[in-house]
Antibody
Framework: EVQLVESGRGWVQPGGSLRLSCEASGLTFSTYAMSWVRQAPGKGLEWVSAISGSGSVTYYADSVKGRFTISRDNSKNTLYLQMNSLRVEDTAVYYC????????????WGQGTLVTVSS | QSALTQPASVSGSPGQSITISCTGTSNDVGGYNYVSWYQQHPGKAPQLMIFDVNKRPSGVSDRFSGSKSGNTASLTISGLQAEDEADYYCCTYAGGVTWLFGGGTKLTVL
């Protein structure tokens, strides 16, 4: 059974930084692309970023490009999201998710971690 | 790129069938056969129900089916059950390695 456990939740002021982690188990981590998807309170889902299995290729939504950095440590089965220059509109539950084999969907999700950006 | 368009809410009685639409453009829904659907119960993580327009992951009931015509994708749930009450989101690959979600549809089982 695949398990994804996010950590790093917290409150930060606008302009601040936060790093999220997602530890995976139950899968050969390095063979799967991974993504972060967020959900603002009471709102819908938004894809944020993705990374290839090796970590050599990364992708970002326009809304976070230049501010967020996705990375992974395959030796630790862990995915990261470094979030800088945070804005109020980045407030959301952040989910890590495993990309489907074909890459077109996410078939396993973490429980989510709440990030609050507020002064 | 704008979010895909879904109805805000749909409802049905137990045993009935409902369909949720998801409308995009020729650059996203209409351009790729990579539409997926997610079920989300309150306070829970999303769960994949349909991928690649009409494929079901193992473990998902065959009461759930997906289709696409032009720029509109659809999720149909037949034989509605109380546990189907949830929010449903469509998603599509939109080129340039980006994905778009719909705004979500709240399904109420009457």
């Amino acid at each position: 059974e695949v398990q994804l456990v996010e950590s790093g939740r917290g409150w930060v002021q606008p302009g601040g930084s936060l790093r999220l982690s997602c530890e995976a188990s139950g899968l050969t981590f390095s063979t799967y692309a991974m993504s972060w998807v967020r959900q603002a309170p009471g709102k819908g889902l938004e894809w944020v970023s993705a990374i290839s299995g090796s970590g050599s290729v990364t992708y970002y939504a326009d809304s976070v490009k230049g501010r967020f950095t996705i990375s992974r440590d395959n030796s630790k089965n862990t995915l990261y999201l470094q979030m800088n220059s945070l804005r109020v509109e980045d407030t959301a539950v952040y989910y890590c998710a495993v990309n489907c084999s074909g890459g077109s969907c996410w078939d396993n999700w973490g429980q989510g971690t709440l990030v609050t950006v507020s002064s | 790129q704008s979010a895909l368009t879904q109805p805000a809410s749909v409802s049905g009685s137990p045993g009935q069938s409902i369909t949720i639409s998801c409308t995009g453009t020729s650059n996203d829904v209409g351009g790729y056969n990579y539409v997926s659907w997610y079920q989300q119960h309150p306070g829970k993580a999303p769960q994949l129900m349909i991928f690649d327009v009409n494929k079901r992951p193992s473990g998902v009931s065959d009461r759930f089916s997906g289709s696409k015509s032009g720029n509109t994708a659809s999720l149909t749930i037949s034989g509605l059950q109380a546990e189907d009450e949830a929010d449903y989101y469509c998603c599509t690959y939109a080129g340039g390695v980006t994905w778009l979600f719909g705004g979500g549809t709240k399904l109420t089982v009457l």
